[in-house]
């Protein structure tokens, strides 16, 4: 069965500050990885995908993700945080029948 | 940019009452699903509907819940005689294909049931 497990379920940076977030997957089969946002009252918005085209992948809003598959992990980063990055972030993996299976979720705070 | 839209936004129910949420997915998109998402936890899939029937739906999905596409634009879940404990943030999604294409989320809908 395919599951992700997002460590932490709150992380603090100050403004400026590296952003890291990390997911690991368990898949037996090459995963279909991808990072949502949810700002407060929000849906969830798309920040990037892993298909298998390249292990490194960009999103928006400055964020990326590299996938590892020694590792198992798909982790986000973003070299400098912003006020406006504080939200919840939730790392996904599709299964085979197409419906997504979510992390916990790690809820990022900035600080000015 | 095109978008799924979600009615209503906010939505208070009294226990054993039917409620009908309501989505319009992307129009060139095939595959379509619920999942919700409870206060304070993690969202949790639903079920997933194509080629006007479903595809897949997981232990939560029970005999009080439904799904509809009741015309070329509407997809619905049905909730028949609503707990406390349905009470949590609905959210439709929708896709062009099953798998290396991205879902595309509502703004949800919040359903509070009394």
């Known amino acids: 069965a395919q599951s992700v497990t997002q460590l932490g379920s709150h992380v603090s940076v100050s403004e400026g500050a590296l952003v890291l977030l990390r997911c690991n997957y368990s898949s037996s089969v090459p995963p279909y990885l991808f990072w949502y946002v949810q700002y407060p009252n929000q849906g969830l918005q798309l920040l990037l995908k892993y298909t298998s085209a390249a292990t490194l992948v960009k999103g928006i809003n400055g964020f990326e993700a590299e996938f590892k598959k020694s590792e198992t992990s798909f982790h986000l980063t973003k070299p400098s945080a912003h006020m406006s990055d504080a939200a919840e972030y939730f790392c996904?993996?599709?299964?085979?029948?197409?419906?997504?299976?979510f992390g916990k979720g790690t809820k990022l705070s900035v600080k000015p | 940019e095109p978008e799924v839209t979600q009615t209503p936004s906010h939505q208070v129910t009294q226990m054993g009452q039917e409620v009908i949420l309501r989505c319009v997915p992307i129009s060139n998109h095939l595959y379509f699903y619920w999942y919700r998402q409870i206060l304070g936890q993690k969202v949790e899939f639903l079920v997933s509907f194509y080629n006007n029937e479903i595809s897949e739906k997981s232990e939560i999905f029970d005999d009080q819940f439904s799904v509809e596409r009741p015309d070329g634009s509407n997809f619905t879940l049905k909730i028949r005689s609503t707990k406390l404990e349905d009470s949590a943030m609905y959210f439709c999604a929708s896709s062009e294909a099953r798998l290396n294409t991205e879902a595309f989320f509502g703004q949800g809908t919040r359903l509070t049931v009394v």
């Open positions: 996904a993996v599709r299964r085979s029948q197409g419906n997504l299976i």
